[in-house]
């Protein structure tokens, strides 16, 4: 199996693990002292999401030839724009567990009253939303863009399959993040993305076998918006 096909497959299995553990036992575990988390947040902040981290971090190191397209004076900000990615993903995820927490155990969540509660309902819908998805924005971009500077040479034919089936598994992801969240910031995420990647895509479209990231994205992204906007405006 080709290397992307190994990340993307991947990427499913953590798709497949956040949702799993977002239904399970652990969202009923408080954690000592002072009820101060639930196991839930705890292993979604130290764990799953790290590992949605580590994946495109090697996929960038794939795609970038071991970080050697780097060495070039002027590309060096596709990495910076990756570890900047990183840091708003990271606040962004860890401010919203940790409202989303706080805002469930001590507040009405379905009749929300008062600065405390009214901030932290802000906090877990808007500020740590809208900084997550930035983040996922600049790490998406700086793989975009390294793949359409340095096509990839060893993807094939053979790989196709295993890449869409994968990217269709991913697009479950996009939609539930598009398409159930209260407030449209997913939406307006997932959105932006969609028109990116068509935009390379269509660039790239004869040759498409030089760029799988591009390829896998722009299935990813298409079908799991498409599928929330028929849902949010049907």
Known sequence: MHKLNVLFSLTSLSVLLVTIERFSFTTKILLQPYNFLRLHELLQMSLLILFTV???????????????????????????LFIIGIYFYSTGNGLHEVARFTLNQFCNSK???????QGLLFNDYYTGNIL???????????????????????????????????????????????????????????????????ILFFSIRKNYLHHPIIFYNTIAYTIGTFCALVLRFH
């Open 111 to 117: 009749d929300v009253k008062g600065i405390l509660c």
């Open 54 to 80: 580590i994946i495109p971090f090697f996929t960038l190191y794939v795609i970038s030839d071991k970080f050697q397209l780097f060495a070039k004076k002027n590309l060096v900000w596709l990495p910076l």
């Open 132 to 198: 997550y998805f930035i983040g996922g924005i600049c790490m998406v971009l700086a793989l975009l863009l390294t793949e359409k500077i340095n096509p990839n040479k060893t993807y094939s034919k053979k790989d196709v399959l295993p890449t869409v089936i994968n990217a269709v598994i991913y697009s479950l992801a996009i939609f539930a993040y598009a398409a159930f969240d209260v407030v449209l910031v997913g939406f307006v995420y997932s959105l932006i993305v969609t028109i990116v990647t068509g």
